[in-house]
RNA sequence: GCGCCAUUAGCUCAAUUGGCAGAGCAGCUGACUCUUAAUCAGCGGGUUCUAGGUUCAAGUCCUAGAUGGCGCACCA
C-alpha cells in the first residue's frame, strides 16, 4: 500500500468523536476485538456447509430432535436475541435464506458467551461452528460450540420490517439488496432474463456481437447524445443512442443472423419508465421480414417469463394479473387512429388538416417548425389509441418520415413496414423490415437533415460510412430492438429504477 | 423544462393555532437456557435538508437553493 492510500484512508474515517453513537460504538468494538487478538475482517472462516446445504439436509428433524453432524456456517447477523444463558442468532445468506443458531453457556463457555453477547451486532457477517439440530421449538438451529466474527459491520441495519424510503432504496442498494426481499428477487430475475434472451437466439443459432459505444456519430435512432472527447486523436466521441448502425454493417458483411444485449446512452429526460442508460437488445435476421422478427420478439418475451416465472400470467405489485401468453393482438396504425377518429386517416390527410384535428382535441403537437405529417399521425394515434393499449400489442405500419431506417411498406404508399410492441400501455420493442436500398436511405438521411437544419435536434444523422456498406448490398432483413429495463418492468410491474441494480443518482449536496 | 408535495434520532415515522422535539425498532446497562418484530427495569441519542428573513418565540410562516416523489412536456 502506498502512502497516499494511508492518508486517503485516514481521511475518510473521521475522528469518533464526531459520529453518531451507533457508528462510534461498533468502531470500539472492532477496536476491543483487535486489542482481544481477534480479527475483525479475518482473511477467512472455516465454512463446510452453505446455509441452503443446511436446511436441505436437516430440514425434516422435528422438534428437539439433534444430531451428531458438525457444521461450519457463515452469513450475515439479521436477527438477535441476547439471553443469560441462552442466545439466538439469525443468519442469512445472499438469497434471503436463513438459518439460527443456538449459543449456550453449556457448549460454549463463559468467555466466548460474554464475548459473543458484546462484541457482536445486526449487520454482522458471523461464523459458527457446531452440531446441527432442531430447537425444542422446531426451528432448524446451529448448536455453535465456536463463533467467530467473519467481517464486523461498522453501520447499523435499517429495520427490516419496513422498506427503505424510495430515495434510500436507489442510493444505497446495497443496504436495500439485505433489508429487502424484492430488491434481492429482481437481481435473480434479471439475470434469468438476460439469459433465457441469450439462449433463445443460440438455439437460433444467432451470434452475439460487441459493437461500439464510442462512436464519432451517434446514429440509429432519434435522440440527444452524451458527448465526450478522445484526448489521444483530440476527437469528440459521443456515446451510442443505439447499436443498429453497426449491427447493420456485421449483416452487409456476412454476419447474417446477429444480436448484441448492451447499453445505451440517451441525454434526455429520466422517470419512472426512461433512464439516461439503458439496457437495450437488438437483433437482426437476414432474409427475415418485420412479420418474422414479430414472431421471434413474441417468442423471446413469452420464453423469457416462462423461464423466470414458470408462467406467462404475470402477477403485478398490486394483485391484479397480466397475461402475456397467447396470440397478441395486431392493429394497423391510420386504420386504427382512423376508427378512433371516425374519419378516415391516410398518408394524403394534410399537414393542415392534421393540425385541424390536433387542435380540436386539444392535442399538443409540439413544436411547430419541426413538424410533419408522420409527427402529427403518430402524436394523434399515441392520444387517441396508443394510451388506452393495455394488452400486449403489435402497431403496425409507420408513417415513413419518422423512421427514416426502415423500408417502404409492400404496398401501402407512404408508410414503412415497422411494429411498435405495446405491453402495459408502454412501447417495449420495435421491429422493421430493414430498408436496404441505399439510394433511398440516402434521401432519407437528407430528409432528417433538412428537418435538422428546421431545428429538429433529435433528427438522425447521416453516417457516410454506413452508406458505403449498404452500397456493397445488404441482404433483405428483419430487425427489432428491445429495452431490457422495460422487459423487466413488464414482468414485474415495478418502475425502470428498480429494474436497475445501480440507476443514476443526482449527488447529494 | 414547468407545477404540486415531501425532507425531523442509525431506520420508519409523529409533533394540534407559531409556545419545553416525540414514538416504535435499533443502541447502551441490568435480569432471563427455546427466542424468532421476545419480555421486564433503567439510560443515552437531534445542525428538524441548507442559507437568509418575519416574530418575544419557528420543525411549523416567508424568500432562495439542494435532494426525492408524483403529474405535465420530451423521449424508448
Same mark, same amino acid.
Given at each position: 500500500?502506498?502512502?497516499e ?23 470500539? @468494538?472492532r ?76 457448549a ?16 454482522d ?27 464486523k ?7 427490516l ?21 424484492a ?12 439469459r433465457s ?14 459493437t ?8 440509429g ?25 453497426f ?8 454476419v447474417e ?57 404475470v ?7 397480466y ?23 391516410t398518408?394524403?390527410?394534410?399537414v393542415?388538416?392534421?393540425? @385541424? ?11 411547430? @417548425?419541426?413538424?410533419?405529417?408522420g ?7 399515441e ?9 400486449p ?12 431506417? %426502415? ?7 407512404g408508410?414503412?413496414? @415497422? ?9 417495449l ?20 437533415a433538412?428537418?435538422a ?45 428498480? %429494474? ?10
Amino acid at each position: 500500500m502506498t502512502t497516499e492510500n494511508s492518508a486517503a484512508e485516514n481521511a475518510a474515517t473521521p475522528p469518533t468523536d464526531d459520529l453518531p453513537e451507533q457508528l462510534r460504538i461498533r468502531r470500539e @468494538k472492532r477496536e476491543r476485538l483487535l486489542a482481544q487478538g481477534t480479527e475483525a475482517y479475518p482473511v477467512g472462516v472455516p465454512v463446510t456447509h452453505a446455509i441452503t446445504e443446511v436446511r436441505a439436509t436437516y430440514g425434516h428433524l422435528e422438534a428437539g430432535q439433534e444430531t451428531d453432524d458438525v457444521v461450519g456456517v457463515a452469513g450475515r447477523v439479521v436477527f438477535i436475541r441476547i439471553g443469560g444463558k441462552l442466545c439466538f442468532v439469525t443468519l442469512q445468506d445472499g438469497e434471503g435464506n436463513r438459518l439460527q443458531g443456538m449459543l449456550s453457556l453449556a457448549a460454549l463457555g463463559e468467555e466466548a458467551l460474554a464475548a459473543f453477547k458484546t462484541d457482536v451486532d445486526l449487520g454482522d457477517h458471523l461464523f459458527l461452528h457446531g452440531r446441527v439440530g432442531a430447537s425444542r421449538r422446531g426451528e432448524l438451529s446451529i448448536f455453535a460450540d465456536e463463533w467467530r466474527m467473519a467481517a464486523k459491520a461498522l453501520r447499523p441495519l435499517p429495520v427490516l420490517h419496513k422498506d427503505l424510503s424510495e430515495e434510500a432504496r436507489v442510493r444505497q442498494r446495497y443496504v436495500d439488496l439485505i433489508a429487502r426481499p424484492a430488491a434481492r428477487d429482481m437481481v435473480r430475475l434479471r439475470a434469468g432474463v438476460v439469459r433465457s434472451l441469450r439462449e433463445n437466439f443460440h438455439r437460433r443459432s444467432f451470434l452475439e456481437v460487441e459493437t461500439p459505444m464510442l462512436q464519432t456519430i451517434a446514429s440509429g435512432a432519434s435522440a440527444r447524445p452524451f458527448s465526450t472527447h478522445m484526448n489521444a486523436y483530440d476527437l469528440e466521441l459521443f456515446l451510442r443512442i443505439a447499436p443498429e448502425i453497426f449491427l447493420k454493417k456485421a449483416v452487409v458483411g456476412g454476419v447474417e443472423k446477429v444480436f448484441e444485449i448492451n447499453r445505451n446512452f440517451r441525454n434526455e429526460g429520466a422517470d419512472s419508465s426512461h433512464s439516461p442508460e439503458f439496457a437495450m437488445l437488438e437483433a437482426y435476421e437476414a432474409y427475415g421480414d418485420y412479420n418474422t422478427i414479430g414472431a421471434l420478439t413474441k417468442d423471446l418475451v413469452q420464453t423469457a417469463a416462462q423461464d423466470v416465472l414458470g408462467t406467462t400470467l404475470v402477477t403485478l405489485p398490486d394483485g391484479s394479473e397480466y397475461e402475456l401468453g397467447g396470440e397478441w393482438a395486431n392493429l394497423r396504425m391510420y386504420d386504427s387512429l382512423s376508427e378512433s377518429l371516425g374519419e378516415e386517416i391516410t398518408s394524403d390527410t394534410s399537414v393542415e388538416e392534421l393540425e @385541424k384535428i390536433a387542435g380540436r382535441l386539444d392535442v399538443e403537437v409540439g413544436n411547430k @417548425k419541426i413538424l410533419n405529417h408522420g409527427k402529427l399521425v403518430e402524436t394523434l394515434w399515441e392520444h387517441r389509441v396508443g394510451d388506452h393499449l393495455s394488452a400486449p400489442t403489435f402497431v403496425r405500419d409507420f408513417p415513413v418520415e419518422t423512421s427514416p431506417l %426502415t423500408r417502404d411498406h409492400r404496398s401501402e404508399k407512404g408508410q414503412v413496414e @415497422k411494429w411498435d410492441l405495446y405491453i402495459r400501455g408502454f412501447e417495449l420493442a420495435t421491429g422493421y423490415s430493414e430498408l436496404v436500398d441505399p439510394v433511398v436511405q440516402r434521401q432519407r438521411f437528407e430528409a432528417q437533415a433538412r428537418m435538422a437544419a428546421a431545428g429538429d435536434d433529435e433528427a438522425m444523422l447521416l453516417d457516410e460510412d454506413f452508406l458505403t456498406a449498404m452500397e456493397f448490398a445488404m441482404p433483405p432483413s428483419g430487425g427489432m430492438g428491445m429495452g431490457i429495463d422495460r422487459l423487466l418492468m413488464a414482468l414485474t410491474g415495478q418502475g425502470i429504477r428498480e %429494474t436497475i441494480l445501480f440507476p443514476l443518482v443526482k449527488p447529494q449536496a
